[in-house]
């Protein structure tokens, strides 16, 4: 791999407009199944950063309503769900999610807005992508945080996004952000799946290309609380340099987890597409 023209501190000052996923792993723990309140509390200042010091616009894609239900709905973590079993789990938890961030941010004396998507709500062609496209600059200018998840109440298998990396991509796409910024369990990508092979899988701190030996190492999810895995990562990116947008993916476990990946205490991969590469 070359060496970035660009190092991911660069990227954030650089950027105006910013997507941040955060993953279901983040936001709920993986056992208990109850918030991270500390985690969300360091999160959320980290974006106040960003916003009051910085002036960026910050638009979170937050996974965790279905984590957070399926206590509610009567499931385990360790429970598989039918798409219905999901949809009232997710219909319990969003409620508990955006509560969480409300008290976050309103420590902040920032205000938080719920917008939930389905695929079709991205097609450009619709008057609904027009809608989500005013909705969020409106609620950008009055310096408020768009938190969108899927709509996974009244979707469909066919109108899915499959995973809230893809929305995440597909979100940057349609609000043109200047970057996406994917917050996960791991920090960034290997070369071999780390959960199968940790001895032989090597940290990869940039890449400006994406070849089929790098899919065929992205594996899925190895739990029932996320839903991706370093697979949808891989076609997020893909998605947003369609865009031309980089991509930052790096650990959220930790504290602050905005803060460590741009100072680089914590280490991340840095997608910044070579246009001369096919």
Request: hydrophobic share 40%; with cysteine; aromatic share 4%.
């Amino acid at each position: 791999m070359k060496q970035p023209h660009k190092k991911v501190s660069d990227l954030f000052s650089d950027s105006s407009r910013i997507v941040i996923k955060i993953g279901s792993a983040l936001i709920a723990g993986s056992k208990t199944l109850t918030v991270r309140k500390d985690w969300m509390k360091s999160f959320a200042a980290d974006v106040s950063s960003l916003i009051k010091e910085e002036g960026k616009e910050i638009i979170i894609v937050s996974s965790g309503a279905v984590a957070l239900g399926r206590d509610s709905a009567g499931h385990t973590s360790f429970d598989k769900l039918s798409i219905v079993e999901k949809q009232s789990a997710a219909a319990m938890g969003q409620i508990h999610l955006m509560k969480h961030f409300m008290n976050c941010f309103d420590s902040h004396e920032l205000n938080v807005a719920q917008i939930l998507l389905e695929r079709r709500d991205l097609d450009v062609e619709t008057q609904s992508c027009v809608n989500f496209r005013n909705t969020n600059d409106m609620l950008l200018k009055g310096h408020n945080i768009p938190i969108i998840n899927e709509n996974d109440v009244t979707a469909t298998e066919e109108l899915q996004f499959g995973d809230n990396d893809v929305l995440s991509a597909r979100v940057a796409e349609t609000v043109e952000a200047d970057l996406l910024v994917i917050l996960s369990k791991l920090d960034g990508f290997y070369t071999n799946d780390p959960h199968i092979d940790a001895s032989n899988a090597q940290h990869i701190p940039y890449m400006d290309h994406i070849m089929d030996e790098h899919k065929s190492i992205a594996g899925a999810s190895n739990d029932n609380v996320s839903t991706g895995g370093m697979k949808t990562k891989i076609q997020a990116v893909e998605i947003a340099w369609s865009a031309g947008i980089p991509v930052v993916l790096g650990s959220g476990r930790e504290s602050n987890p905005l803060a460590k990946i741009r100072t680089a205490k914590n280490r991340s991969t840095l997608f910044v597409q070579n246009h001369t590469c096919s």
